[in-house]
């Protein structure tokens, strides 16, 4: 039996607000099947587990869309952070506002698509030559020590390295949004290559998602850089430099 089984016996409420579980304390997927005596602790988004594995599904869901509309793109890292997720590419286009909108649409079809995640655990010499076309991922793969375990997770076409948990399907992530473009150097470091990072959030219901982003206006509002200025509280001078 499933974790996933276990959370519908209790109940369909259970079941659909379900994200992934503990067993015996460590986060794993739904899918996964129970073997022995445990503690099931079913965890839904209002958990912070929840909500990192939804926001995590959602970033396997950006990188299947960039995939999808430049496929050239190499894929670095895609983790969930605090309030959303992001996901570093190696590729010549430009994020613009525009092609955001774009990717926003084709994640839209990939959620409607509903597909299933699945979970394989590879040799070192399979997950290498699956991910032959892709540099960082190689990388990453490289530097793990010789013993750890290699797991992917595959949505239709699309299949990454990852160490999950992750939802069931794709269809659950009902709402999500792109916030912003910007530069980071691969691993965080300045001698590396400049990658294009895409931040975001995302959220099971659009009521949720519309209440976060209009916090996050009213925060810019609220924002002491912007209000001492406006306030003439302090001022900078573009001559001397704005630490001054």
Not at 4 to 17: C, D, Q
Not at 59 to 86: C, E, T
Not at 113 to 119: A, D, F, I, P, S
Not at 173 to 178: E, G, R
């Amino acid at each position: 039996i499933t974790a996933a089984e276990v959370a519908k016996s209790l109940g369909m409420g259970l079941y659909k607000a379900a994200c992934v579980c503990r067993i015996d304390g460590e986060v794993k997927d739904l899918r996964t099947p129970i073997e022995k005596d445990c503690k099931l602790e079913i965890v839904t988004f209002d958990d912070d587990e929840g909500k990192r594995a939804f926001r995590h599904t959602a970033s396997h869901i950006l990188a299947q869309a960039v995939k999808r509309l430049y496929p050239q793109a190499k894929l670095a890292i895609g983790p969930a952070v605090d309030n959303g997720f992001y996901y570093d590419f190696d590729v010549d286009v430009p994020f613009t506002p525009e092609v955001l909108e774009k990717l926003e649409a084709e994640m839209a079809k990939i959620v409607k698509e509903n597909l299933k995640l699945e979970r394989s655990v590879l040799s070192r010499e399979d997950a290498l030559e699956l991910m032959k076309d892709e540099p960082y991922k190689i990388e990453l793969i490289n530097d793990l020590p010789e013993d750890a375990e290699l797991s992917f997770y595959r949505q239709g076409e699309f299949v990454d390295l990852c160490a999950g948990a992750h939802l069931m399907s794709t269809g659950l992530v009902k709402a999500f949004k792109l916030t912003s473009a910007t530069g980071a150097y691969w691993r965080g470091d300045s001698s590396r290559k400049m990658l294009q990072r895409i931040y975001g959030t995302a959220y099971p219901k659009a009521s949720e998602l519309t209440a976060h982003l209009e916090r996050v206006e009213e925060a810019k509002k609220r924002d002491h850089n912007k209000l001492g200025r406006e306030l003439e509280l302090f001022t900078t001078c573009d001559v001397i430099g704005q630490g001054l």
